[in-house]
């Protein structure tokens, strides 16, 4: 069992930074997992963002964050970041943090993660 919790989102105007975080606690591992931020907007279907590999050696950034968005993941500290520069409106969303269990790829398939922590929202404005 993996307990995923989101901090760190806000308003911030168009241009600006966001830092979001993911603390994960529980018995299992945190390290065994692949963490994968998704984002959902109103009336629109989750979408993928960017995840990281369980050992973090490896990252999958959707092409429209490309050269804006970051992940990075401390597993000492439970803990995956996400450093979003350059934001726009359309950035606007409620951004999860996803777990599952370390596989061969990073999947952007949110159907496939085991567990989800409750959200944080991200407000661009312009």
């Known amino acids: 069992q993996v307990q995923l919790v989101e901090s760190g989102g806000g308003l911030v105007q168009a241009g600006g930074s966001l830092r979001l975080s993911c603390a994960s606690s529980g018995r299992t591992s945190f390290s065994n997992y692949d963490i994968t931020w998704f984002r959902q907007a109103p009336g629109k279907e989750r979408e993928f963002v960017v995840g990281?590999?369980?050992?973090?050696?490896?990252?999958r950034v959707a092409d429209s964050m490309r050269g804006r968005f970051t992940i990075s993941r401390d597993n000492a500290k439970n803990t995956v970041n996400l450093q979003m520069n350059s934001l726009k409106p359309s950035d606007t969303a409620a951004y999860y943090c996803?777990?599952?269990?370390?596989?061969?790829?990073?999947?952007?398939?949110?159907?496939?993660?085991?567990?989800w922590g409750q959200g944080t929202q991200v407000t661009v404005s312009s």
């Open positions: 996803a777990a599952k269990l370390g596989g061969a790829s990073i999947s952007d398939n949110p159907r496939l993660y085991d567990y």
């Open positions: 990281i590999s369980w050992r973090g050696g490896s990252t």
